[in-house]
């Protein structure tokens, strides 16, 4: 049995109201974060589906083209930057901001995923791939990265391994580092209709242990300002909320106060471009 699920799910706007057949994996428990995207990372069109909503490598790299422009847009990323995105999944967005960077490191959950990055990443020259075993980043020593970005993937986390990843940025984050997180925003008329559309539809039905939660302003700016980040924002780019803040530098006071901006995303580019 598979079931229709329809949300923003990895596309962004352009996916947002897509209906697509999907594994209940009713199965698994929401925090079988492994299990779940090994198994809907079956084969690579299954992954790449699972990742964009397309199912072919031209429609996976235009899909990622709002993402890499809000990166480079809101968080500066630049050529003097080692670069981390947690739940990197098949390299959607690391194939295209890999050339921003200094280096690129992706981490992932899933093997099934990271196989499928390793097939499309591994001839760029800076580009890491690192799974991930467990809730967090052991894997990485503190003050390794200058960005840490998490993107399409925070929806799909219990509230409380949000909290912790957030933790773990400020942690492998050097002084003047940079996090940006989004997630649908549950304010948005946008973000509120998926979410309506999908109380309505899985009324009765069990819900999917992948299934999209939604986030709010307050909560995205909650986490990063009691991990300690200063300069937090959230800017809104419906149907997205986006989180951005810095890690302070030494010997400087962190101004947590939290900020709200809303603005509008930069232009769409051509079909096929990065």
């Given at each position: 049995m598979s079931l229709f699920f329809s949300s923003y799910v990895w596309g962004y706007a352009t996916q947002a109201l897509t209906h697509r057949l999907y594994p209940p994996l009713t199965?698994?428990?929401?925090?079988?974060?492994a299990q779940a995207w090994d198994l809907l990372a079956s084969s690579r069109e299954e992954a790449y589906a699972a990742a964009s909503g397309q199912r072919d490598e031209a429609g996976l790299r235009h899909s990622a083209g709002n993402a890499v422009r809000n990166l480079v847009d809101l968080v500066s990323v630049n050529q003097k930057d080692d670069v981390l995105?947690?739940?990197?999944?098949?390299?959607?967005?690391?194939?295209?901001?890999?050339?921003?960077?200094?280096?690129?490191?992706?981490?992932?959950?899933?093997?099934?995923?990271?196989?499928?990055?390793?097939?499309?990443?591994?001839?760029?020259?800076?580009?890491?791939?690192?799974?991930?075993?467990?809730?967090?980043?052991?894997?990485?020593?503190?003050?390794?990265?200058?960005?840490?970005?998490?993107?399409?993937?925070?929806?799909?986390?219990?509230?409380?391994?949000?909290?912790?990843?957030?933790?773990?940025?400020?942690?492998?984050?050097?002084?003047?580092?940079?996090?940006?997180?989004?997630?649908?925003?549950?304010?948005?008329?946008?973000?509120w209709s998926m979410f309506a559309n999908d109380a309505q539809r899985f009324r009765c039905l069990e819900r999917p242990p992948y299934m999209p939660r939604f986030s709010t302003a307050a909560e995205l700016a909650a986490y990063a300002t009691r991990a300690g980040f200063e300069h937090v924002q959230c800017h809104h780019r419906p149907p997205l909320?986006?989180?951005?803040?810095?890690?302070?530098?030494?010997?400087?006071?962190?101004?947590?106060?939290?900020?709200?901006?809303?603005?509008?995303?930069?232009?769409?580019?051509?079909?096929?471009a990065a």
């Open positions: 199965d698994l428990r929401r925090r079988q974060y995105e947690i739940g990197c999944g098949v390299g959607r967005i690391g194939r295209e901001l890999a050339p921003f960077c200094s280096t690129w490191t992706g981490a992932d959950t899933s093997s099934n995923m990271l196989g499928y990055a390793s097939d499309r990443l591994g001839s760029i020259g800076n580009v890491r791939l690192v799974q991930l075993h467990a809730v967090g980043l052991p894997e990485f020593e503190a003050s390794s990265f200058d960005v840490v970005y998490m993107t399409n993937m925070l929806m799909h986390l219990d509230e409380m391994d949000r909290w912790y990843y957030v933790q773990e940025a400020y942690r492998i984050l050097r002084a003047g580092g940079r996090i940006f997180i989004d997630n649908i925003g549950l304010e948005s008329d946008a973000g909320v986006i989180l951005t803040s810095v890690k302070p530098r030494l010997g400087k006071e962190n101004d947590s106060s939290p900020a709200y901006a809303s603005d509008s995303l930069p232009p769409e580019p051509a079909r096929g």
